[in-house]
């Protein structure tokens, strides 16, 4: 069993920050792509931005040179360092990830989700 833990969400005022962070436990044998979504009322959930195993990078473009996602292999970690925050940021974001057990299963697994909120 894998399992996905996000954190990180909150109020804050337009052209703030915030860091989100996700963390990954379990019976974990490797993790490829890790990744952020995030799903405001009433539209579809799109991708923020992911990042993989060789730190290979991919944004939105509603979020280039504004957000910039890392990880942490070793511990399993993937953050979100948002700036310049937009009310059109406003939603819940969740933290995805790509993670192979040791029985070689490939889980497509998803955090709770945190909700960022950002005031005009």
């Known amino acids: 069993q894998v399992q996905l833990v996000d954190s990180g969400g909150g109020l804050v005022q337009a052209g703030g920050s915030l860091r989100l962070s996700c963390a990954a436990s379990?019976?974990?044998?490797?993790?490829?792509?890790m990744g952020w979504y995030r799903q405001a009322p009433g539209k579809q959930r799109e991708l923020v931005a992911h990042?993989?195993?060789?730190?290979?990078?991919n944004y939105a473009d509603s979020v280039k040179g504004r957000f910039t996602i890392s990880r942490d292999n070793a511990k399993n970690t993937v953050h979100l360092q948002m700036n310049s925050l937009k009310p059109e940021d406003t939603a819940v974001y969740y933290c995805?990830?790509?993670?192979?057990?040791?029985?070689?299963?490939?889980?497509?697994?998803w955090g709770q989700g945190t909700q960022v909120t950002v005031s005009s």
């Open positions: 995805n990830a790509d993670i192979r057990d040791y029985r070689g299963y490939v889980h497509d697994s």
């Open positions: 990042i993989s195993s060789y730190g290979s990078t």
């Open positions: 379990g019976s974990i044998f490797s993790i490829n792509v």
